[in-house]
């Protein structure tokens, strides 16, 4: 069965990260206009860009039988899926229960305008982004209604399974809206994880965040929801001062 999986790297424990192709969503900042994967190595980077061109990417979707000797063979046992939105593809649930009859851990990563019962069943976590609660912030930036997202927020906000995702866009996003958001999810469910990151402008769309505004803005948004939380470093992982890129698992690059 075609998947619309087209990358998949790995961490350094044990996860893996499955890309997919699509979306529904024409964010301006979207971090896949960068091309491959910011937890990628530069050079492995290099390489992708050297040997596939962006035209080739819909040609490495693989199969999902493919995927699924990749991961066992590289002894993954936690999967991530994200990259576009991958419940555009239309075999998600098939996908999904795939998967998982494998014996994966799965956290699915979602704009959460498609997810229906089933898929919230299936994913063992999920991370549902709200890019604004202000519908016209949303449109601006993402080109489409909350509405739809919202309501999914609504429908599943229950399942401690789900995580609130955000980020603070300078001039789109500041803190006065990520915590309208957070008092949003608080009315629901106070006890949800919400992450809050800085805007990093791979597309070239509006600036950076500073680790200060993210900071300062995170210590509020901490009073509202006690299990918030935020990255300190953005790009691999880092341990000390040394950066633990991902590994490229599929497509090959050597
Ligand atoms: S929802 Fe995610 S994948 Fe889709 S355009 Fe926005 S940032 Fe990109």
């Known amino acids: 069965m075609k998947t619309n999986i087209y990358l998949i790297i790995q961490f350094m424990d044990n996860s ?3 890309n997919f192709l699509g979306c529904n969503w024409k964010c301006k ?5 960068r091309g491959w994967e910011s937890h990628l190595s530069p050079s492995d980077v290099e390489n992708l860009n050297k040997i596939y061109l962006e035209s080739d990417k819909p040609k490495l979707r693989q199969n999902l039988k493919d ?4 991961l066992k ?3 993954a046992e936690k999967l991530y899926l994200g990259g576009h939105e991958p419940t555009t593809d ?5 996908i999904l229960k795939g998967l998982k009859d494998e ?5 699915l990563v979602t704009n959460g305008s498609l997810l229906d019962e089933t898929i919230v069943d299936l994913a063992d976590e999920i991370t549902l982004s709200i890019k604004a609660l202000d519908d016209e912030i949303h449109k601006t930036y993402t080109g489409v209604s909350n509405k739809k997202t919202l309501e999914n927020f609504d429908k599943f906000c229950q399942a401690e399974k789900i995580e609130i995702e955000s980020i603070y866009i300078p001039g789109l996003v500041e803190c006065g809206e990520i915590l309208k958001i957070a008092e949003y999810i608080a009315k629901y469910n106070k006890n949800l994880r919400y992450r809050v990151d800085g805007y990093l402008s791979y597309s070239g769309y509006g600036q950076n965040a500073t680790e200060e505004e993210v900071e300062t803005c995170f210590n509020d948004v901490k009073k509202i929801l006690p299990k918030a939380y935020t990255f300190a470093s953005r790009w691999g992982r880092k341990t ?3 950066i633990n890129y991902a590994k490229c698992l599929y497509p090959k690059i050597n």
């Open 16 to 18: 893996a990260y499955l």
């Open 29 to 33: 900042g979207c971090v896949r206009l």
């Open 67 to 70: 995927v699924v000797k990749i």
């Open 73 to 75: 063979d590289n002894d």
């Open 90 to 94: 239309p075999n998600i649930m098939k």
């Open 103 to 107: 014996g994966f851990w799965i956290k």
């Open 240 to 242: 000390g001062n040394k």
